[in-house]
T-cell receptor, first 114, second 115 residues
Framework: EPEVTQTPSHQVTQMGQEVILRCVPI?????FYWYRQILGQKVEFLVS????????KSEIFDDQFSVERPDGSNFTLKIRSTKLEDSAMYFC????????????FGPGTRLTVT | QKEVEQNSGPLSVPEGAIASLNCTYS??????FFWYRQYSGKSPELIMF????GDKEDGRFTAQLNKASQYVSLLIRDSQPSDSATYLC???????????????FGKGTKLSVKP
C-alpha cells in the first residue's frame, strides 16, 4: 500500500541553525501539506502546496519557513533559523484532491532544537 | 476563529463494548470531516472520512455527520484493547484555505479499552 515517507525520523539541531525536513508524498497525489504537533498539543496546519506553489499558509508559517518540491518526488520544509519553540513533530501529508479527498500522513520528523 | 472541540477523555470502555467519540465544530460552512487515530509518539492514521449528512460505515467504525447541529461522531463497535489511542477529529473549513484542503484538528479524545 502506498504511503507517505519522511526523513529523518529525528533531527537535533542548535538554535539558529537551518534544517531541512524531507517528505516523499504518495506518487499519484497532487496536494501536499505540512503540519506540526508540539508535544501534548493539537496538530496544527502550516502550509499547503499544489502545482509547485504555496496554496495556503497559516500564521505559524512565517518568513523563516519555506517549502519546495525540488524534483518529481520530494517535498521539503526548510526552517532557516531554528528557535527553541520550533521543537515539535513535523508531519507531511498528501492527497489526490482537496476537501473531498482523504489526506494521508507520513510518520513524522521529531525536531529538537537545543 | 474556527474551532474543533472534543472531550479530552480519557474515555474508558470494556472490551467488546461500543465506544462513542464526539466532535463539534464552529464553522458552519465546513466541508469535510475526518477521524484519525494517533498512538503515542506516532503520526495520525486516517480511519474515516465523511462529507455528507448521515452515517458512513467501514468495518467496526461508523462516522455520523449532522451539519445542522455542527456535530460529527465516531462509533467503534466491538472495541479491542488495540483500539486504545487518541482519536483526532479534523475538519476541512470553508473559505479559500479549506478549498485547498488544509485541516483544523481538535485536541483529541483518549480512548482506553480495558480487557
Amino acid at each position: 500500500e502506498p504511503e507517505v515517507t519522511q526523513t529523518p525520523s529525528h533531527q537535533v539541531t542548535q538554535m539558529g541553525q537551518e534544517v531541512i525536513l524531507r517528505c516523499v508524498p504518495i506518487s499519484n497525489h497532487l496536494y501536499f501539506y505540512w503540519y506540526r504537533q508540539i508535544l501534548g498539543q493539537k496538530v496544527e496546519f502550516l502550509v499547503s502546496f499544489y502545482n509547485n506553489e504555496i496554496s495556503e499558509k497559516s500564521e505559524i508559517f512565517d518568513d523563516q519557513f519555506s517549502v519546495e518540491r525540488p524534483d518529481g518526488s520530494n517535498f521539503t520544509l526548510k526552517i532557516r533559523s531554528t528557535k527553541l519553540e520550533d521543537s515539535a513533530m513535523y508531519f507531511c501529508a498528501s492527497s489526490e484532491g482537496t476537501w473531498a479527498y482523504e489526506q494521508y500522513f507520513g510518520p513524522g520528523t521529531r525536531l529538537t532544537v537545543t | 476563529q474556527k474551532e474543533v472541540e472534543q472531550n479530552s477523555g480519557p474515555l474508558s470502555v470494556p472490551e467488546g463494548a461500543i465506544a462513542s467519540l464526539n466532535c463539534t465544530y464552529s464553522d458552519r460552512g465546513s466541508q469535510s470531516f475526518f477521524w484519525y487515530r494517533q498512538y503515542s509518539g506516532k503520526s495520525p492514521e486516517l480511519i474515516m472520512f465523511i462529507y455528507s449528512n448521515g452515517d458512513k460505515e467501514d468495518g467496526r467504525f461508523t462516522a455520523q455527520l449532522n451539519k445542522a447541529s455542527q456535530y460529527v461522531s465516531l462509533l467503534i463497535r466491538d472495541s479491542q484493547p488495540s483500539d486504545s489511542a487518541t482519536y483526532l477529529c479534523a475538519v476541512n473549513p470553508s473559505g479559500y484555505g479549506g478549498s485547498q484542503g488544509n485541516l483544523i484538528f481538535g485536541k483529541g479524545t483518549k480512548l482506553s479499552v480495558k480487557p
